[in-house]
């Protein structure tokens, strides 16, 4: 990666999780970065250096950058000294199941005329949104305003890494001096571009995560065929994953995808589509499929159980997904909501998140450990695969316990040691008990 030496000052709208990544990716860059946000609070607390998300490496990189980061609730700030202004705000799903351009419009509305500046769009926004706010520009005697899409393809857990080393760089715009400056800024990533129209760009976005949430459904069916026919998802998986046109990425079984992006992006191209008059029957499939995912765990508990009613039930993770406390659209949510619903009990435990499931999550009693969960418990469910439950002590575990049930969500845990401890194990998509151990893959 080379350093550019004739760094543009750009402006980032909405510090969340892709603003903030984005501000202190392009200051690691050598750009200076103005970052704007309505929620005074958090600008209030990122001046003092607060993170509000707990992301790897961001803090450090926000603090080596201090001198290029500012921070500020005047949009003015931003315009006086950057031409590129990244618009990185919410766009969460609306009742209907559409992304909520509120954030995105209130953005565009806040605009003066101008004919130095552009929009560059991070946010996931619907295929058609870059021509809507051209032409709301254009009424809006703003026309001078150039607008380029650059959708974000970061991962919450590894979003500073997948900012410095992305598999691609997506730029939609009409060919005009914005396009090519964003071309510019991220030139020093040297990563493959892909230079496209605004439509196809935000299409990328949308079909990638729908493709991925895709991906995930199929293997978590392939996973419910796997156990009522005895075969073992994990095996499969692997079998099929070293495909080079399969890959064995998102091939994992598990409780469901949940997340801030897949969950809404899903249902919003699949609403783009429908209205546009086209219906997207496997989109319609991967989101029930998901939906009922989630709530197989249930079935699984009863076998063994019996009735819920009055048991003890240990969650071991709440976030959507290790790595991040990020709980919107988490599968804990629904599984904490079935459980109690149920009769059962339920405690849990997650190293970072519990802060924001308190928000989300209602009569849950959180422990501050893996160990003080489990305790008394009749059965225990791994939601979130953090790598501190791989090395759990399990024998420790079964001794404390009041029942013998361990159910892994995730496939994450070692079903030999879990077996070894005297626990019974359950997996998604694997024979309760094989037939035979695998003699290896080599
Ligand atoms: N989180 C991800 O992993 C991820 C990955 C790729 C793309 N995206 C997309 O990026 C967008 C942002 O997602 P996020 O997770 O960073 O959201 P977020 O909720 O973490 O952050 C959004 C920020 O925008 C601020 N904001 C709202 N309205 C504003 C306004 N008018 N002016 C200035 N600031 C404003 C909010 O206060 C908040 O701090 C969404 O469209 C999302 O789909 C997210």
């Known amino acids: 990666m080379s350093h550019s030496t004739d760094s543009e000052p750009i402006g980032v709208i909405g510090t969340g999780y ?13 750009n200076d970065v103005w970052c704007i946000d309505i929620d005074e609070a958090k600008i209030k607390g990122l001046k003092n250096g607060r993170i509000p998300i707990w992301e790897p490496g961001l803090e450090e990189l926000v603090e080596r950058h201090r001198a290029r980061l500012h921070f500020s609730t005047d949009l003015a700030d931003a315009l006086e000294h950057a031409r590129l202004l990244f618009v990185a705000v919410g766009t969460p799903p609306t009742y209907s199941g559409d992304a909520d351009l509120s954030a995105v419009h209130a953005v565009v509305e806040a605009m003066p005329a101008s004919d130095r500046h552009a929009l560059v769009m991070k946010s996931t926004v619907p295929v058609g949104t870059g021509a809507t706010i051209k032409r709301l520009f254009a009424e809006q005697g703003k026309g001078g305003f150039s607008y380029v899409s650059c959708p974000e393809f970061l991962k919450e857990g590894s979003a500073v890494n997948d900012f410095l080393d992305p598999d691609r760089v997506v730029i939609g715009d009409d060919g005009d001096w914005a396009g090519d400056a964003v071309v510019g800024l991220y030139a020093p990533l040297e990563a493959p571009l892909v230079r496209t129209d605004i439509k196809s760009a935000e299409m990328v976005k949308l079909a990638s995560n729908a493709f991925l949430a895709t ?25 099929m994953g070293l495909d080079d046109r399969i890959g064995p990425k998102f091939l994992q079984a598990g409780i469901g995808f949940g997340g801030s992006c897949f969950p809404k992006d899903v249902t919003a191209l699949k609403q783009l589509a429908g209205n546009s008059g086209y219906h997207f029957q496997l989109l319609n499939s991967v989101i029930e499929v998901n939906e009922l995912q989630k709530r197989r765990v249930m079935a699984k508990l009863e076998k063994h159980l019996g009735s819920l009613v009055g048991k003890e039930i240990a969650l071991l993770g709440l976030a959507f997904k290790p790595n991040t406390d990020d709980m919107r659209e988490a599968s804990s949510l629904v599984l904490s909501a079935r459980l109690q619903a149920a009769g059962s009990r339920v405690r849990a435990y997650d190293p970072v998140a519990e802060e924001e499931a308190r928000k ?33 002590d399990f024998a420790e575990l079964a001794s404390s316990m009041r029942g013998s049930l361990v159910i892994d969500g995730r496939n994450f845990l070692d079903p030999s040691k879990v077996r070894e401890a005297g626990l019974t194990y359950e997996g998604i998509g694997r024979p309760a008990l094989k037939d035979r151990e695998p003699a290896g893959t080599t």
């Open 18 to 30: 892709v603003g903030l990544v984005t501000a202190a990716g392009f200051a690691e860059l050598g």
């Open 215 to 239: 991906k995930i459904s199929f293997i978590n069916e392939i996973a419910n065929v796997c156990e009522e026919t005895g075969a073992d998802v994990v095996e499969v998986a692997k079998g």
């Open 360 to 392: 989300l999550i209602r009569g849950v009693d959180f422990k501050a450990s893996a160990v003080e969960t489990v305790e008394g418990a009749d059965a225990v469910v791994l939601v979130t695969e953090w790598a501190e439950f791989a090395a759990l």
